[in-house]
């Protein structure tokens, strides 16, 4: 009876033995492996939440300076940043402020168009209006390159200004030199009315 009692107390040690390793080493190790694995599994989730999705914005405002001393805002009514190209901003009822060197303000607004973050560059469509306060411009198409320090209209274009108006397909204007080119596409005459 001896041998049988002490094969039994062997056994319930060896027994206690494997569910102490188990219960203290294994089940933790295992645990904390799935616990770990479900936390980069939510975090991968989350990245490509952020990385994968486009994003949307009401009322959005973007404000700053080029050149280093003029200072712009770009604001529009709705905005979707896409995720394949995370620097350019589509927007709709688009409002673009410009305050330049000489004091001049320039509002410009559009019904469409984008916004660069990285070069400042903006592109306006569909029912441009420019204004700088006497001049006004009106579009299909304008291009406001920050990179060049101009503005490209074209599309329908119709420039009034104090002493006078005209329409072309396509307007030019530099900041730097104040210059204005007018073009038509098929070099047909520009029509101008000249006030005196």
Do not use: W
Request: proline share 2%.
């Amino acid at each position: 009876m001896k041998k049988k009692q002490l094969k039994i107390q062997i056994f319930l040690i060896i027994t206690g033995f494997i569910l102490i390793i188990i219960t203290y080493f294994h089940f933790p190790y295992s645990k904390e492996t799935k616990l770990s694995k479900n936390q980069n599994a939510r975090q991968e989730a989350e990245i490509n939440i952020n990385v994968d999705t486009d994003s949307s914005f009401d009322e959005i405002e973007y404000e700053g300076f080029y050149d280093l001393n003029k200072s712009f805002i770009v604001k529009s009514k709705k905005a979707i940043i896409f995720k394949k190209n995370p620097d350019i901003v589509h927007m709709t009822n688009m409002n673009v402020v410009l305050r330049l060197d000489d004091g001049r303000v320039v509002n410009i607004i559009s019904k469409e168009g984008t916004f660069n973050k990285i070069t400042y560059d903006c592109f306006f469509k569909d029912k441009v209006e420019a204004t700088d306060g006497e001049t006004k411009i009106f579009a299909k198409n304008l291009d406001l390159l920050a990179t060049e320090n101009s503005i490209e209209v074209y599309n329908d274009v119709f420039v009034d200004y104090p002493t006078g108006n005209f329409e072309a397909d396509r307007v030019k204007y530099d900041f730097l030199t104040k210059n204005l080119k007018a073009s038509m596409f098929d070099n047909k005459e520009i029509k101008m009315k000249i006030f005196e």
